[in-house]
């Protein structure tokens, strides 16, 4: 378990069920990922059972975002992750009612310590829709980088968005 002073990040247990069924049918967040139908419990239950949590088999890593209080507040996913290149893709996502309390932020910085020490990860990078000043803010916070734009990526209800890469070098 990784932790500090405010929050720890845990592997996902059963319990995390309905935290999980909660953002996972926000269609607001659709447009971030693959997403494009809800995901039912028992589909959601199976994911958590089949899980390994072992970054190398799977190529990616949710991890649980809990406060110390023992609240589960959200998600830190690695994907996309590339051994050769030691590199993986970083998403997160923190509940409404949690937001802007540095939750986040705090997460960042654990996830990050924890995948140099001991994963060897080089790079974290996150593609950011141009419109989500707040997940630009929060990236650029954590010493991420905007290195690239990427055109027309995201075929949104609104319209095509372009997404901004931030690139963190470990």
């Known amino acids: 378990m990784l932790k500090n002073s405010k929050l720890r990040l845990r592997a996902v247990e059963p319990e995390d069920l309905d935290l999980m069924y909660l953002i996972e049918n926000d269609t607001e967040l659709w447009c971030c990922g693959q997403t494009t139908v809800p ?9 958590i059972a089949e899980s390994s949590n072992d970054i190398f ?18 998600f830190v996913d690695l994907q996309n992750y590339a051994p050769q ?14 937001q802007r309390q540095g939750i986040a932020t705090e997460a960042l910085h654990l996830l990050t310590k924890y995948v140099s020490t001991h994963f060897g990860i080089h790079q974290l990078y996150s593609l950011v829709p141009e419109g989500n000043a707040a997940s630009m803010a929060l990236f650029q916070k954590c010493g991420y980088k905007k290195t690239a734009t990427l055109q027309e990526w995201l075929n949104t209800p609104s319209g095509w968005q372009s997404v901004i890469v931030f690139q963190l070098f470990i």
């Open 57 to 74: 088999q799977d190529r990616q890593l949710r991890l649980v975002i809990e406060k110390t209080d023992g609240v589960s507040v959200g």
């Open 39 to 47: 995901f039912s419990h028992y589909t959601l239950k199976q994911y």
């Open 85 to 98: 290149h030691h590199r993986a893709e970083v998403g997160i996502v923190v509940v409404p009612e949690q």
